[in-house]
Nanobody, 118 residues
């Protein structure tokens, strides 16, 4: 796979903010996932080739996914962070199919840790 590279993680107190970045091969179809110890991997937010964004219900409007396709960079602005947001965050990218629909995610980063203390 062509591996994306995430950055921007860190440790913050509840209520704080972080901005994650991910440089990928392409970002026309991309998403952020997270996984906490002992829990299933969860899709946090995604953006498709038309710019349509989707968010996990648990985000409650606190996060915003965006991108700069010219820089092949994906972003996740995280505000009002809660301890429950503590996880390893991964970005993933997919190729466009011939019909311009997003294919399955094949390019995964190694992750960046986000830790939120109460």
């Amino acid at each position: 796979q062509v591996q994306p590279v995430e950055s921007g993680g860190g440790s913050v107190q509840a209520g704080g903010s972080l901005r994650l970045s991910c440089v990928a091969h392409e970002t026309h179809c991309a998403a952020w996932f997270r996984q906490a110890p002992g829990k299933e991997r969860e899709e946090v937010a995604s953006i498709d080739s038309d710019g349509l964004t989707t968010y996990a219900h648990s985000i409650k409007g606190r996060f915003t996914i965006s991108r700069d396709n010219d820089k092949n960079t994906l972003y996740l602005q995280m505000n009002s962070l809660e301890p429950e947001d503590t996880a390893m965050y991964y970005c993933a990218a997919a190729d466009l199919g011939s019909d311009y629909a997003c294919r399955s995610y094949t390019d995964w980063g190694q992750g960046t840790q986000v830790t939120v203390s109460s």
